[in-house]
């Protein structure tokens, strides 16, 4: 077979569904499971091949659904770039320590409190292990009527999803039976964006498909497989989940040694006190029919078998058994198993942790982009001015024999004015002003200064002193991306007219309560 790698990098939160949790929530799955990236290159297939029916489709049918392609478990890469796998069940360390790791399906430690590994994935080179787990954020959403947009006393709950937080970074692999299919499997990869998991409309499920490559060799870990004699021991250990049924043709959550050795053409016998297993349970959604697809009892990933050999296994056997996989839905990733994978030693240790994944630098943005980036940091300034222009006005205050008819009046003026985006019709107002209001527009004070010298003041004042007079700075400029908001002379005339406009309000209503 063929094996094409590749890398994804979330440009996005991912939501990857898993059954845990609470029902009005999400938590999603540590990894991305083979048949979310298998549904994925469905819908680039039938976008790019109409056909009435695509599962009567032959090249469909032998891309996606007959076996002869297998869309594997993409897993955390470690520091190197290296897919992790699974950490096996049966490493133990003692409590309140981090190494030595015992591995107990080689020998029983004498442990006085033994506990398992806290991280889920893991890359063994020699005796050493470095264990990885992908960084995870929880965001809060609250539900939307379809119709009226936005939340309802009948359709307002509040849940949240635990999601894998963007700029993780997973490994990939999609095994082909040959070139051909290898070929039309890689041009599927083309463009490097893809869209996968839940809520792909509320900013999750973007992904980055990088370094794609082809290989020959299949195989998920490096091990060397020899012909194993009656005595010796065979140690399994599952790389993903396995669906396994029974001969009566029932789901068993665990691998029986009858069923491997029907694989084998072997007897085996179970060695109970090297074996390490856990079992779960996985579901799934068909977006076809609308349902959820009927829960199953599996193994799972990280179980360890030991088995005693009764009989000779050759190596081709057990080489067929790495390559294949047990159990159903294999095509989707389930099944994997690894052969003396960890076998050879006794005591392993912890090689230095993965460095931190650096948040996702984002490069240059279209020109699209950027008068979007401009819009959301106007806004921001926008809303950062309203709240210094409240607080300005609330510190001044009118005083003097003045009318609200006057005040109003002029208001009237000023709103017009705000509408046209200039002071000029302000300024001549106040210069054509009757004696009698111009007797009380200069009374009027604020603070100190006549109510008509602090209006001409601010009419011809500069745009820096409109500016510091909110009391901003230019670390109060919001930026978005590398877009920074920008005060303008424009900025600064509509601002001064609303200045205007809230003194006299402020001062019309202390009068009409007076």
Same mark, same amino acid.
């Given at each position: 077979?063929?094996?094409?790698?590749?890398?994804?990098?979330?440009?996005?939160?991912?939501?990857?569904?898993?059954?845990?949790?609470?029902?009005?929530?999400?938590?999603?799955?540590?990894?991305?499971?083979?048949?979310?990236?298998?549904?994925?290159?469905?819908?680039?297939?039938?976008?790019?091949?109409?056909?009435?029916?695509?599962?009567?489709?032959?090249?469909?049918?032998?891309?996606?659904?007959?076996?002869?392609?297998?869309?594997?478990?993409?897993?955390? $890469?470690?520091?190197?770039?290296?897919?992790?796998?699974?950490?096996?069940?049966?490493?133990?360390?003692?409590?309140?320590?981090?190494?030595?790791?015992?591995?107990?399906?080689?020998?029983?430690?004498?442990?006085? &409190?033994?506990?398992?590994?806290?991280?889920?994935?893991?890359?063994?080179?020699?005796?050493?292990?470095?264990?990885?787990?992908?960084?995870?954020?929880?965001?809060?959403?609250?539900?939307?009527?379809?119709?009226?947009?936005?939340?309802?006393?009948?359709?307002?709950?509040?849940?949240?999803?635990?999601?894998?937080?963007?700029?993780?970074?997973?490994?990939?692999?999609?095994?082909?039976?040959?070139?051909?299919?290898?070929?039309?499997?890689?041009?599927?990869?083309?463009?490097?964006?893809?869209?996968?998991?839940?809520?792909?409309?509320?900013?999750?499920?973007? $992904?980055?498909? %990088?370094?794609?490559?082809?290989?020959?060799?299949?195989?998920?870990?490096?091990?060397?497989?020899?012909?194993?004699?009656?005595?010796?021991?065979?140690?399994?250990?599952?790389?993903?989940?396995?669906?396994?049924?029974?001969?009566?043709?029932?789901?068993?959550?665990?691998?029986?040694?009858?069923?491997?050795?029907?694989?084998?053409?072997?007897?085996?016998?179970?060695?109970?006190?090297?074996?390490? $297993?856990?079992?779960?349970?996985?579901?799934?959604?068909?977006?076809?029919?609308?349902?959820?697809?009927?829960?199953?009892?599996?193994?799972?990933?990280?179980?360890?078998?030991?088995?005693?050999? %009764?009989?000779?296994?050759?190596?081709?056997?057990?080489?067929?058994?790495?390559?294949?996989?047990?159990?159903?839905?294999?095509?989707?990733?389930?099944?994997?198993?690894?052969?003396?994978?960890?076998?050879?030693?006794?005591?392993?240790?912890?090689?230095?942790?993965?460095?931190?994944?650096?948040?996702?630098?984002?490069?240059?943005?279209?020109?699209?982009?950027?008068?979007?980036?401009?819009?959301?940091?106007?806004?921001?300034?926008?809303?950062?001015?309203?709240?210094?222009?409240?607080?300005?006005?609330?510190?001044? &205050?009118?005083?003097?024999?003045?009318?609200?008819?006057?005040?109003?009046?002029?208001?009237?003026?000023?709103?017009?004015?705000?509408?046209? %985006?200039?002071?000029?019709?302000?300024?001549?107002?106040?210069?054509?002003?009757?004696?009698?209001?111009?007797? &009380?527009?200069?009374?009027?004070?604020?603070?100190?200064?006549?109510?008509?010298?602090?209006?001409?003041?601010?009419?011809?004042?500069?745009?820096?002193? $409109?500016?510091?007079?909110?009391?901003?700075?230019?670390?109060?400029?919001?930026?978005?991306?590398?877009? %920074?908001?920008?005060?303008?002379?424009?900025?600064?005339?509509?601002?001064?007219?609303?200045?205007?406009?809230?003194?006299?309000?402020?001062?019309?209503?202390?009068?009409?309560?007076?």
């Amino acid at each position: 077979m063929i094996a094409l790698t590749f890398k994804f990098h979330l440009k996005e939160p991912l939501l990857a569904t898993a059954l845990a949790g609470d029902p009005n929530s999400s938590v999603s799955l540590p990894f991305i499971p083979g048949s979310m990236l298998r549904g994925a290159l469905i819908a680039r297939y039938c976008a790019t091949h109409p056909v009435p029916n695509a599962a009567d489709d032959p090249t469909c049918r032998r891309l996606f659904f007959d076996g002869q392609v297998r869309y594997l478990h993409a897993y955390p $890469v470690d520091r190197v770039g290296q897919r992790t796998l699974p950490v096996p069940f049966s490493w133990r360390v003692e409590k309140g320590t981090e190494t030595p790791v015992y591995d107990t399906s080689v020998e029983l430690a004498d442990l006085e &409190q033994p506990k398992p590994l806290g991280k889920p994935f893991c890359w063994l080179e020699d005796n050493e292990i470095e264990l990885y787990e992908p960084a995870k954020q929880i965001n809060v959403h609250t539900q939307r009527d379809r119709k009226m947009g936005r939340a309802t006393d009948k359709a307002g709950a509040v849940f949240q999803y635990e999601a894998i937080a963007a700029g993780e970074t997973f490994g990939g692999v999609i095994l082909c039976i040959d070139e051909a299919a290898a070929d039309e499997i890689e041009a599927l990869l083309a463009p490097d964006l893809l869209s996968m998991g839940g809520s792909r409309g509320a900013g999750y499920g973007l $992904v980055e498909i %990088q370094k794609v490559q082809r290989s020959t060799d299949c195989d998920e870990v490096p091990v060397t497989l020899d012909d194993l004699s009656p005595g010796d021991q065979l140690a399994i250990t599952l790389l993903s989940d396995a669906l396994i049924r029974d001969g009566n043709g029932q789901y068993m959550a665990y691998l029986s040694p009858e069923y491997l050795g029907s694989r084998l053409n072997a007897h085996l016998e179970l060695v109970p006190e090297h074996t390490h $297993v856990q079992s779960a349970i996985v579901g799934g959604f068909n977006r076809k029919w609308g349902l959820p697809l009927p829960q199953t009892p599996v193994a799972r990933a990280g179980s360890v078998y030991v088995f005693r050999v %009764q009989e000779t296994v050759s190596v081709n056997s057990l080489d067929q058994l790495m390559k294949e996989g047990i159990g159903e839905r294999r095509v989707e990733g389930f099944g994997r198993v690894a052969v003396n994978w960890h076998s050879d030693y006794e005591l392993l240790r912890l090689r230095e942790a993965k460095e931190p994944v650096p948040a996702f630098a984002p490069g240059p943005l279209s020109d699209t982009s950027t008068a979007l980036a401009r819009t959301m940091a106007e806004r921001m300034m926008r809303r950062t001015l309203g709240h210094r222009l409240v607080e300005h006005v609330n510190r001044l &205050q009118i005083t003097g024999p003045i009318t609200n008819s006057q005040l109003s009046r002029l208001r009237v003026i000023a709103r017009s004015a705000l509408a046209e %985006q200039g002071v000029e019709r302000i300024g001549s107002y106040l210069d054509t002003l009757q004696e009698t209001a111009q007797k &009380q527009f200069a009374g009027a004070r604020i603070g100190k200064q006549p109510l008509l010298e602090w209006l001409k003041d601010h009419l011809s004042a500069s745009p820096d002193q $409109v500016w510091h007079g909110l009391g901003m700075a230019q670390s109060d400029l919001p930026s978005v991306g590398n877009v %920074q908001a920008a005060w303008t002379a424009a900025l600064a005339r509509e601002y001064t007219i609303r200045l205007i406009d809230g003194v006299l309000v402020k001062a019309t209503r202390e009068r009409r309560e007076q």
